[in-house]
């Protein structure tokens, strides 16, 4: 079967990726580092992350739900996987039968947990009010007879200085010894960056692996993602021409034009309009972002023809002020809408290389993951590229 070649590309920097899980490891101090690999790797493959990341030394890896650990499947050697939303009774039968281990949240989960006595991790709310048992619960011994794994808790604004930073460390601290916990974990990527007095013995990083910039001091994180997305057409418009939706850019003088392959049902949202910019700030976005087309000023590029590829300014930080809205955004909606596999991948095509189809429904991304994991029953079909530039392409 002949499979179209797709106008739009997601290039995946591996050796960035590594690059900064080992800086963020080397901030954790004596702690170890893990991974969030949630929402398939926060857009972008968590199957790959986790192959990338276990090479690279990291051992504990964090999933929203059963489904998306289901998804992971085996874990490389040594490797550690925690589903960060419990265990309802739903779960009950894929938990049993899974390697990875419930991160406990209510009493009704503890109970429920208790009588497998399987080991588990535990989540304490210290003040973010968002999942997670009490400290008051941990005093009045709902967690015993529990095997625990991990001891955790959340920081809900460590990518800002403020006082409750200090209290969520001081209540979480408080808690030790007092669960028989192997471990205790407390910081993520923004975390990390506030000291080793927040890492304790394993921190969970997830935005910084990915290239977001959690908070000052992470000048070191590396780009991750790069979309690319080629030309359709070029166009030439005079004084007083309009472009795109409603008008809104108005030439004022006679300029070039490129229309390009992405939009917000790419991920690529519309708060780009008139702000976004692509290949280093050179090219500015003209007009309205469409749902799958924009327009570029090609005047400091007038080489550039139709079936050209140009690469969309995409650093985490800078676009997150361009369009106003989060990192954590904007990097899930990109990866939602640009990564996929096509049915047959080639040898060096599979992960973090070339993966060509969109990805526009629910019911497809869920037929691409049941493919992804019967692709990666036969090595053959998945053989890791030697090189570090990976593409997803859709």
């Not at 990338?52 to 992971?72: H, I, K, P, Q, Y």
């Not at 005047?299 to 989060?326: F, K, N």
């Not at 955004?329 to 991948?345: A, K, Q």
Request: with cysteine.
């Amino acid at each position: 079967m002949n499979v179209a070649v797709s106008p739009l590309r997601l290039r995946l920097d591996g050796a960035a990726l590594v690059s900064n899980w080992r800086w963020l490891a080397a901030q954790s101090g004596a702690a170890a580092c893990g991974a969030a690999v949630k929402a398939d790797g926060y857009g972008l493959g968590a199957a790959e992350v986790v192959a990338r990341l276990s090479a690279a030394g990291c051992r504990d890896f964090f999933v929203a739900t059963w489904n998306e650990a289901a998804r992971l499947g085996t874990l490389p050697e040594g490797g550690s996987l925690s589903v960060l939303h419990g265990v309802r009774a739903e779960d009950m039968a894929a938990a049993r039968g899974s390697m990875a281990r419930p991160v406990l949240n209510t009493a009704e989960q503890v109970r429920r947990w208790r009588e497998t006595a399987l080991p588990c991790d535990v989540m304490i709310d210290t003040g973010m009010n968002r999942l997670g048992l009490s400290v008051q619960d941990v005093q009045d011994g709902v967690l015993d007879g529990l095997v625990i794994s991990t001891l955790m808790s959340h920081l809900a604004s460590a990518d800002e200085d403020g006082p409750q930073n200090e209290r969520q460390r001081a209540a979480f601290a408080a808690l030790a010894g007092k669960t028989g916990a192997r471990r205790m974990s407390l910081a993520n990527s923004a975390g990390i960056v506030l000291g080793t007095d927040y890492a304790f013995d394993l921190t969970r990083p997830g935005l910084a692996l990915y290239g977001g910039v959690p908070r000052p001091g992470a000048d070191a994180i590396r780009q991750v993602a790069f979309p690319e997305a080629q030309i359709l057409q070029r166009r030439h418009v005079m004084a007083g021409d309009t472009v795109g939706y409603n008008a809104t850019f108005t030439a004022s003088a006679p300029m070039d034009l490129a229309i390009l392959n992405i939009g917000y049902a790419d991920g690529y949202l519309r708060g780009f309009s008139a702000r976004g910019s692509a290949a280093g700030g050179t090219l500015p976005v003209i007009g309205r972002v469409s749902m799958d087309l924009i327009a570029l000023g090609v005047e400091a590029q007038p080489e550039l023809g139709e079936g050209d590829w140009v690469a969309i300014d995409y650093h985490l930080p800078t676009a997150s002020a361009q369009s106003g809205l989060s990192q954590y955004e904007l990097l899930t909606g990109l990866g939602r809408g640009l990564t996929g596999c096509g049915p047959n991948p080639s040898p060096r095509t599979f992960r973090f290389e070339q993966h060509i189809l969109p990805l526009r429904s629910a019911l497809l991304r869920e037929l691409l993951h049941i493919l992804r994991l019967a692709a990666r029953q036969d090595h053959h079909a998945i053989a890791m590229g030697d090189d570090d530039q990976i593409v997803h392409a859709r």
